[in-house]
């Protein structure tokens, strides 16, 4: 009996047994395995993370310089506008005045024609005769001279 318990057993142990602790041992190498690279995957996802991180804070940066540029860019702008408008409005001034020059020279102009026309009319009825153009020329020069030196102009 011990025999066939011996023959049982090494039966057993080579039918069953050897292969069940095979069956177990690459078993547990895979759960070995299967675990380093759990293992190994966390590692790289806490580097892809951290990367992550520090490429948002990178594109934030960025973004806050953009705007900050933009903000800078905006404002030199505006005050381009605000120096152009300002030229502009000299210059529409200017132009003005220039103008209003003219038409006073002309007037005055204008007005010398008249006055010398209507003090030889004048001229022509108080003395009841024909008066020279040198004459005329004279007499004008000399009343325009008095009304431009009188104290009365503004």
Same mark, same amino acid.
């Given at each position: 009996?011990?025999?066939?318990?011996?023959?049982?057993?090494?039966?057993?142990? #080579?039918?069953?047994?050897?292969?069940?602790?095979?069956?177990?041992?690459?078993?547990?190498? #895979?759960?070995?395995?299967?675990?380093?690279?759990?293992?190994?995957?966390?590692?790289?996802?806490?580097?892809?993370?951290?990367?992550?991180?520090?490429?948002?804070?990178?594109?934030?940066?960025?973004?806050?310089?953009?705007?900050?540029?933009?903000?800078?860019?905006?404002?030199?702008?505006?005050?381009?506008?605000?120096?152009?408008?300002?030229?502009?409005?000299?210059?529409?001034?200017?132009?003005?005045?220039?103008?209003?020059?003219?038409?006073?020279?002309?007037?005055?102009?204008?007005?010398?024609?008249?006055?010398?026309?209507?003090?030889?009319?004048?001229?022509?009825?108080?003395?009841?005769?024909?008066?020279?153009?040198?004459?005329? #020329?004279?007499?004008?020069?000399?009343?325009?001279?008095?009304?431009?030196?009188?104290?009365?102009?503004?």
């Amino acid at each position: 009996m011990s025999c066939l318990f011996l023959a049982g057993t090494f039966l057993l142990w #080579k039918i069953f047994w050897k292969p069940l602790v095979n069956i177990m041992e690459t078993r547990e190498n #895979k759960i070995r395995s299967d675990i380093t690279a759990a293992e190994e995957a966390r590692v790289k996802m806490e580097q892809i993370r951290d990367e992550y991180s520090s490429k948002m804070k990178e594109i934030e940066r960025k973004a806050t310089e953009i705007i900050a540029e933009a903000t800078r860019l905006a404002k030199e702008r505006a005050e381009k506008l605000e120096s152009n408008a300002q030229e502009e409005i000299l210059r529409h001034k200017e132009m003005a005045l220039a103008e209003l020059e003219r038409e006073r020279v002309a007037a005055i102009a204008s007005l010398r024609s008249e006055v010398g026309d209507l003090a030889l009319t004048v001229a022509r009825t108080v003395l009841k005769r024909e008066v020279k153009a040198e004459d005329h #020329k004279r007499f004008v020069d000399d009343f325009l001279a008095n009304v431009e030196r009188s104290p009365d102009r503004n």
